[in-house]
Nanobody, 112 residues
């Protein structure tokens, strides 16, 4: 399964973006995750969603970001609200537990 992220861009602090991750095949039975990597930092998990819709968030985004999925469209979303400069990073989606299942990433920049 190939993953393609989209929806990144430049936004002012307090703004919103919605990221999409389109899979080339069915993700119905997979847990999916969004991760990010800021310049000079390690890649970190942002949010995950199980095959039955259970979600989990990092403390840094809890209450601001929402992960969701549309299994019929093989797509995972990340709604990001109240964005902060520290959210600036390349955002990746991945099939949880499957090695080398990263997408190419989409850049998010939060700056005034």
């Amino acid at each position: 399964v190939q993953l393609v992220e989209s929806g990144g861009g430049l936004v002012q602090p307090g703004g919103s973006l919605r990221l999409s991750c389109a899979a080339s095949g069915s993700i119905l039975f997979y847990s999916m995750g969004w991760y990010r990597q800021a310049p000079g930092k390690q890649r970190e998990v942002v949010a995950t969603i199980t095959s039955n819709g259970r979600t989990n968030y990092s403390d840094s985004v809890k209450g601001r970001f929402t992960i969701s999925r549309d299994n019929a469209k093989n797509t995972v979303f990340l709604q990001m609200n109240s964005l902060k400069p520290e959210d600036t990073a390349v955002y990746y989606c991945k099939i949880v537990g499957v090695a080398n299942s990263w997408g190419q990433g989409t850049q998010v920049a939060v700056s005034s």
